[in-house]
């Protein structure tokens, strides 16, 4: 039993799906705590047939007697407010950039790397950048069989991979360009003019902006190096070869990546295809898409073909919720491996 589970970020688009998991995979705890900013402080949010108050972070007792906390509030809230929680007496399961690359904090997938949680001497476990968490599922299982020595991956990333406020823009300007769709054909540059853009980096809708992060001065974004980084640690592969390129589409939900995995060993179709069928929170289907597997649990590999040029080289295609999956998913899973070690331990 977890005891009492506080929420860091209740009210945001990963936050609403974390309290949907907890009550619907029954998590084990004796209570809820929903945390948010000032703002939201006062609503109320239904939760296993009550509703709870949310409280503000700023609140100095808010981490009070609670056991296991859930962040997913963004990288400065995380900084300043998980070591609070931790102090309090609380494990953090965190969400945000924050901690992913301290040598004293896990990164995990549970199906790629659970062993990594035996170690967190600072109280805090995080959770992996919801592109590369989509990618370690089928890189690990052909690791296992082929030993993986690097890849180049183009990711397609969805607008809620920032996260509400990415989802809400991408929406409203949909109506005014489709009523102007006219322009999108012989006129883009005034199309654009027709809509906002703040969150991403240009207008999203019916469009792709290949430009997702900040750009560092080898060209290279932060979004494109947490791709590099994440993987080297979660897979213990600190040499590991990586070639990222990070695009935003107009999808709502879901991210996907075409990899190119070169390996030690030679791969082939029928041998990859093999090695991906059965591994936990996996399924191959033939063409996956975002849409077609937004809201499920699971990560989809699809498009397996053996490298044209390269024997030791393996292309697929793979798609997963970046809400759930890449996020609030992988949390909750975490966070039930945490209940289910101190449960064996006593």
């Known amino acids: 039993m977890a005891g009492r589970v506080a929420v860091v970020g209740a009210t945001g688009a990963v936050g609403e799906d974390l309290r949907r998991l907890l009550e619907a995979r029954d998590f084990p705890c004796d209570g809820v705590v929903f945390v948010a900013s000032e703002r939201s402080a006062g609503r109320r949010l239904p939760f296993r047939g ?12 808010v981490f ?3 056991d296991l906390a859930l962040f997913s509030a963004g990288a ?3 900084r300043e407010h998980a070591p609070r929680a931790v102090a309090a007496g609380a494990m953090v399961v965190d969400n945000s950039s924050a901690w992913r690359m301290d040598p004293d904090v896990p990164l995990v997938v549970t199906e790629v790397n659970p062993h990594a949680l035996a170690r967190r001497p600072k109280g805090i476990v ?24 690097g890849f180049t991956a183009t990711s397609f990333q969805a607008a809620g991979g920032a996260g509400q406020q990415g989802i809400d823009e991408l929406e409203a300007q949909v109506e005014p360009l489709f009523a102007h769709r006219d322009l999108l054909r012989r006129d883009g540059a005034a199309a654009m003019k027709l809509v906002e853009q703040r969150v991403h980096a240009d207008v999203l809708a019916f469009n792709v902006v290949p430009l997702l992060g900040t750009e560092g001065d080898d060209g290279y974004t932060d979004e494109e190096m947490k791709l590099q980084n994440e993987s080297r640690k979660i897979l213990d592969l600190p040499d590991l070869r990586v070639a990222p390129t990070c695009v935003r ?5 879901g991210h996907a990546l075409q990899v190119r995995a070169e390996f030690e060993d030679p791969v082939t179709t029928a041998n990859a295809i093999s090695s991906l069928e059965g591994f936990p929170g996996m399924v191959l289907d033939r063409a996956p898409t975002p849409l077609a597997w937004a809201g499920r ?7 397996v073909r053996a490298d ?5 080289a393996l292309n697929f295609w793979v798609t997963g919720d970046n809400l759930l999956k890449g996020a609030a ?3 909750v899973q975490i966070a039930e491996l945490l209940v289910e070690g101190a449960a064996a331990r006593g």
């Not at 992996?128 to 993986?148: E, I, R, S, W």
């Not at 589409?249 to 939900?253: A, G, L, R």
């Open 76 to 78: 400065s809230t995380s």
């Open 50 to 61: 009550r509703e709870v108050t949310v409280r503000a972070l700023t609140d100095r007792d």
């Open 249 to 253: 589409v107009p999808v709502m939900v």
């Open 126 to 149: 995080a959770n992996p950048n919801c592109t590369t968490m989509v990618a370690m599922l089928p890189l690990k299982a052909l690791h296992d069989a082929f030993g993986l020595v």
């Open 329 to 331: 998913l992988n949390t």
């Open 297 to 303: 649990d699971e990560v989809a590999v699809g498009r």
């Open 308 to 312: 044209l040029g390269d024997p030791r």
């Open 64 to 66: 009070d007697g609670v």
